[in-house]
């Protein structure tokens, strides 16, 4: 067992396989010794868990722990693009999308449950710079969706 699957298995949680594309698009792709992720879902075998905005049909703590499975999801592309996740010595981005009901203002705490639960995996590691955005709608009514860049060796 890697030392990455170690520690997910200490927080009680496994990288699922990846999810496949809903487009014309790769899950993961490397640039020098980065791995860039497309947008992940809060996918769970394949549908996701609830659909529509944060704020309104969707509540904050609901979405922030969808989040968390977009962290999960994104590991699983990065897996996808460079073999070992034990390979990945930094999160240097997170960029975070929350489908928001116009009066919802809490985009961040939302993201929050990815930038904890990374910094519970990868330690120091898992600091990152972060972006949250509110946006109108996302793929498939999705309450959220979140990218991911990662430093490897």
Do not use: W
């Not at 594309?21 to 790769?26: G, N």
């Not at 497309?38 to 996701?48: C, E, F, Y």
């Amino acid at each position: 067992m890697s030392q990455l699957d170690s520690r997910l298995a200490e927080l009680g949680l496994t990288v699922p396989a990846t999810s496949k594309p809903v487009a014309a698009y790769l899950p993961a792709v490397t640039s020098g010794n980065l791995v860039y992720t497309s947008g992940q879902l809060p996918m769970i075998d394949g549908v996701l868990p609830a659909t529509g905005k944060v704020g309104s049909t969707v509540n904050a703590d609901d979405a922030a722990h969808y989040a968390r499975q977009c962290v999960l999801n994104g590991l699983a592309a990065a897996r996808s693009a460079i073999g070992s996740l034990d390979r990945i010595t930094r999160v240097v981005k997170v960029v975070g999308f929350v489908a928001s009901d116009p009066s919802f203002t809490g985009q961040p705490g939302v993201i929050n449950g990815a930038s904890e639960l990374l910094q519970d995996i990868f330690g120091e590691a898992g600091q990152h710079a972060r972006s949250a955005v509110g946006v109108a709608v996302l793929p498939l009514d999705a309450p959220v969706e979140i990218e991911f860049v990662f430093e490897f060796a």
